[in-house]
């Protein structure tokens, strides 16, 4: 039996505080690991610090957990602009990315949102807090209402905020643990418009090696725990947005080497006024880390990576990921 003093720890990043929908992923995704790893579960204030501590190393975490899209109103546009700012970025010569963030992992979480409030009469509720993301999934129950919208860092900080005021007329939307968490009773549940409402969250991961004795890389560890054949590749890159066929060219070239394209986003870039960056996401049957080095997954197939370096300014490859067929099949049923 190993004894306490040689228990690894996994050191997981989330938005905070405790009962926010990213710590639903986080336990999600790494409960399974508290049998042979101590799981540590360190919330972060925002979305921007659950990056960061991965793109600078801070305080030797493992993962960070991030909000990437919704089933009902799309993707978190923040996450694609931290990825944007960091992949793509005009960098003095030769200062190359020092701590390489890399995606390795998805997980699907159902959100369940509720009117957390002591008040007991909704019409007396004129101040609504919650995260920014959550106001278009509540369209149905917020329409009608005459409030106004605050806006904070997580669900669960405005369950938290509603516990330190002492006025009566402040109600937040949030998770059924986040009322738990905060000790405020829920007045309507599930206010969502859509009850198959899910949230699919990105892992990501640096170089600080969870089992450095192995040699084992973080996405083989996490892989290599999860059931599954399908790989997702996560990339980004600009093109020539001013020269005619440039994004074609780009979708020719998947087609060339059959790989199925499977989500499309775009956003400013950032660098000059109305020019884009592309994010991809690519459907492969192989892992990269698999021992035969099957060509199959774009970051083996030096042959398709020659062809999208030559046509694009800019393009990274942010991580490759099992598909979590579990959770994107059934996340409903997972249910609060
Ligand atoms: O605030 C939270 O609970 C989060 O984890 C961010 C979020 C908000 C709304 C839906 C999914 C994730």
């Not at 639903?24 to 921007?48: L, M």
């Amino acid at each position: 039996m190993t004894s306490p003093e040689t228990v690894k720890t996994i050191k997981v990043a989330y938005l905070g505080p405790p009962g926010t929908f990213s710590h639903q992923a986080a336990i999600q995704k790494f409960s399974k690991f508290s049998k042979n790893f101590k799981v540590e579960y360190i919330p972060q204030r925002t979305i921007g610090d659950c990056f960061n501590v991965i793109a600078n190393n801070t305080d030797q975490i493992n993962y960070s957990v991030l909000p990437f899209e919704n089933s009902t109103n799309g993707s978190v546009v923040l996450s694609y602009d931290l990825f944007r700012d960091y992949f793509i970025k005009k960098r003095p010569n030769n200062d190359i990315l020092k701590q390489k963030v890399r995606v390795v992992g998805e997980e699907f979480v159902t959100i369940c949102h509720n009117l957390i409030t002591n008040q007991k009469d909704l019409s007396k509720i004129k101040k609504i807090y919650t995260h920014p993301q959550v106001w278009t999934q509540c369209n149905k129950f917020l329409n009608g209402l005459n409030f106004e919208k605050i806006d904070t860092s997580s669900t669960s900080k405005a369950a938290e905020l509603i516990k330190n005021t002492d006025q009566d007329d402040c109600a937040a939307i949030g998770s059924l643990i986040s009322s738990q968490v905060h000790n405020v009773p829920i007045l309507y549940n599930n206010i969502e418009d859509d009850s198959n409402n899910t949230t699919r969250f990105l892992i990501l991961t640096n170089d600080n090696e969870v089992s450095n004795d192995d040699g084992i890389s973080n996405e083989k560890f996490l892989n290599d725990y999860q059931l599954g054949n399908k790989f997702i590749s996560l990339i980004v890159f600009n093109i020539e947005n001013s020269k005619v066929g440039s994004l074609s060219k780009i979708l020719t070239i998947f087609n060339k080497f059959k790989l199925n394209i499977a989500t499309i986003n775009s956003r400013p870039s950032n660098l000059a006024k109305w020019q884009y960056v592309f994010f991809f996401e690519i459907f492969s049957n192989s892992n990269v880390n698999s021992a035969n080095n099957n060509a199959n997954n774009i970051e083996n197939n030096l042959e398709i990576l020659k062809e999208l370096k030559e046509n694009c300014i800019d393009f990274e490859i942010l991580g490759s990921f099992k598909r979590n067929e579990k959770y994107y099949q059934s996340a409903v049923n997972f249910k609060c």
